[in-house]
């Protein structure tokens, strides 16, 4: 009896065809286990005539390398020295248990009658009907444009494909939420959900929803960290990427099949990045690029039993898509760039040319390229590395094979899922300043969940009333009030309140319309700026004493801020009907006409600029985001009995 799905699908091959794929894979494991030395044996050509037209061919093949402990690398399949050759083994004696018992007469395990695919459009694919169970496809699936291309996808797909399953390792999500300060972030979900629930008496959103949000902001404020370079591990200076490294048997049992050198010209010294694949590497490392963000990224949100997908997308970008069951559908969430919902972002943001974007789980393929565009006929011209009943063929083969343990009910789930989706795919979405900045779409609930809602036309702020700084017991005591905000850290320090820290930039702002952070990897800087698209953007913070019966005595403010072209910031301290306009310098400024005051406003107002990058040219609290001990934004305040 079969001990693997993988090594069960490929007892769904007629005798013949089993018989003949069989003798080839035992091959390979033998002469690994009989060789294990030999590096020649551990690499399997993926051009090579043999595996492309007797093994990549059959249903099952490629799945048993994997189970077997094969990778891909590029241009081969590798069995790395960190794999458990017992599992090797157990996927072996499985195979060649199968292959006796057929060579004796005996009855394969799995029954042969051929029945074709489902397909529920051309251009994505579709899980199994629930009626039955899932019957194999023995049909030869249509031919690609190139049978190299087509090898070259097939493996990508099947490479994916298995390694979403190392997600659902129970000791590898309980290892990922030793980490996660899940209390804390259920806490805010349910604040953030009580909030939106006042303000909208509709919101019909879920505690998920908002759990994702303060995931995606924990992950890349706290957890994560972007290299381009590493600093210099004998001076901490910089570095370039000057070439690739031989990975070291410990690279090689963390899926790290690439060591890039970045060398430091002061010291000629070169500091090792080996590119991790294995998410729970990264939960120690916690550093990497798009690839290493995504992968521990998706490991997170299974580990807090959130339904992820891992998006693999051609032009060399991953993400995750999160399942929300409140509002129905999958959300588009980037963790690099923290945003939720804006499947926009790369093609009319970052200017990308998509092709093909493709979602894996632990239940299915799905090609969701076209929930990522607006431009779909210009998306199809550039899907030529495969033909498209090539790919909805074999994406089916793969969802029949991994869905075949699935019960009745969640085949029927998926189905309907995936229905869902495909009325999503028919009409392209059309664009709007909202998508990447401010967004108009959804419901109002949603949209102040992500810190997206926009004053209309006249101005006017569509967000609930925000925080108002009043002062704590010690505050009144020291008739002192002393905040700091850091950009890189992204935090509030009340330093006269026994140094508590407030973490996001919006957490302890009055109002705020068509602004929020941006942070840029390439350069490494951070910093507020508007959103795209908006012609102005506001942000205020609000202090009042008169509930604790004290006023102002003196009040000092260091702003910095900065423009570029055109563009313009204007910051103003208002109280009543006065308003005093000062500079954003950098400097710490004094303030003594606000003596006797109750209450005041620290307002900035960003516009101007120039052409489509406009937004980018009024910035507040750029920094670098390597500056962490540094603060952007400081206010002091001297207090007395009213």
């Known amino acids: 009896m079969a001990v693997s799905t993988a090594v069960t699908t490929l007892c769904e091959n007629s005798n013949e065809v089993f018989l003949d794929v069989a003798k080839l894979l035992l091959t390979y494991a033998d002469n690994i286990l009989r060789n294990p030395n030999e590096e020649k044996y551990r690499s399997i050509r993926i051009g090579n005539p043999t595996f492309s037209t007797k093994l990549l061919p059959i249903k099952g093949a490629v799945e048993c390398l994997f189970e077997m402990g094969f990778e891909e690398a590029e241009t081969h399949l590798v069995f790395p020295k960190s794999a458990s050759v017992e599992q090797l083994r157990l996927i072996r004696e499985s195979i060649a248990a199968e292959r006796d018992q057929r060579l004796r007469g005996g009855q394969p395990v799995q029954p042969t009658a051929p029945a074709p695919a489902t397909s529920a459009s051309a251009s994505t694919s579709a899980p199994e009907s629930s009626a039955g169970p899932s019957q194999p496809v023995t049909s030869p699936p249509p031919q690609p444009s190139s049978l190299e291309s087509s090898m070259s996808f097939f493996v990508t797909l099947q490479s994916n494909f298995q390694h979403v399953m190392m997600y659902e390792s129970p000791e590898l999500q309980q290892k990922a939420r030793s980490q996660i300060p899940h209390q804390q972030l259920s806490s ?40 381009d370079c590493l600093p210099c591990s004998r001076c901490g200076g910089g570095t370039q990427n000057a070439s690739s490294l031989s990975p070291s048997t410990d690279d090689l049992r963390w899926g790290a099949q690439r060591v890039e050198s970045h060398y430091c010209q002061s010291c000629k010294l070169s500091t090792r990045f080996p590119r991790y694949n294995n998410p729970e590497k990264l939960l120690e490392t916690r550093r990497g690029r798009c690839g290493e963000w995504a992968n521990c990224f998706t490991l997170c949100c299974r580990a807090l039993g959130l339904e992820a997908r891992y998006i693999w997308d051609s032009t060399d970008h991953v993400w995750t898509e999160i399942y929300s069951v409140s509002q129905r559908r999958w959300l588009h969430c980037d963790s690099c760039e923290n945003v939720c919902d804006k ?23 799905v090609d ?29 083969g793969l969802n029949a094979s991994r869905q075949q343990p699935l019960t009745p009910d969640r085949k029927k789930q998926l189905t309907e899922r995936l229905l869902v989706e495909l009325v999503e795919f028919i009409s392209p979405k059309k664009p709007k300043a909202g998508d990447l900045g401010g967004r108009n779409s959804g419901s109002l609930a949603w949209r102040m969940a992500r810190g997206e809602t926009r004053g209309a036309d006249t101005g006017t702020s569509t967000q609930a009333p925000g925080y108002v700084f009043t ?18 850290k992204d935090q509030y320090c009340r330093v006269s309140s026994d140094s508590e820290f407030i973490q996001s930039w919006d957490q302890c702002v009055w109002r705020k319309e068509s602004v929020f952070r941006k942070v840029e990897n390439d350069w490494q800087m951070v910093y507020i700026a508007r959103t795209e698209g908006s012609s ?32 313009k910031v204007c910051w103003h301290l208002q109280a009543g009907q006065s308003s005093t306009e000062f500079s954003g310098d950098g400097r710490m400024q004094s303030f003594q006409t606000l003596d006797g005051s109750s209450e005041f406003m620290v307002v900035a107002e960003l516009s101007g600029g120039e052409e489509e990058s406009s937004w980018q040219h009024s910035q507040l609290f750029r920094q670098s985001l390597k500056e962490t001990e540094e603060s952007s934004f400081e206010i002091l305040i001297h207090l007395q009995d009213a």
Request: hydrophobic content about 40%; some cysteine; charged content about 25%.
């Open 188 to 227: 805010a979900a349910e604040q953030k959900l009580k909030e939106a629930t006042e303000a909208d008496s509709e919101c019909k959103l879920g505690k998920e929803d908002f759990l994702v949000l303060e995931l995606l902001r924990w992950f890349k404020q706290d957890f994560f960290s972007w290299v």
């Open 343 to 365: 499947p926009l972002l790369y093609e009319v943001g970052w200017g990308k040319k998509l092709a093909y974007v493709l979602a894996f789980s632990k239940d299915q393929v």
């Open 368 to 396: 969701v390229t076209w929930r990522y565009s607006c431009k779909h006929p210009e998306v199809l011209s550039r899907r030529t590395r495969v033909q498209e009943a090539w790919l909805l063929h074999t994406i089916n």
């Open 471 to 488: 002062p704590t017991e010690k505050e009144k005591s020291d008739r002192l009030l002393h905040v700091r905000y850091s950009a890189t």
């Open 536 to 567: 102005m953007g506001r942000i205020s913070w609000k202090f009042d004493f008169a509930p604790a019966g004290m006023t102002i005595k003196s009040v000092s403010i260091m702003a910095s801020s900065q423009t570029f072209h055109s563009g």
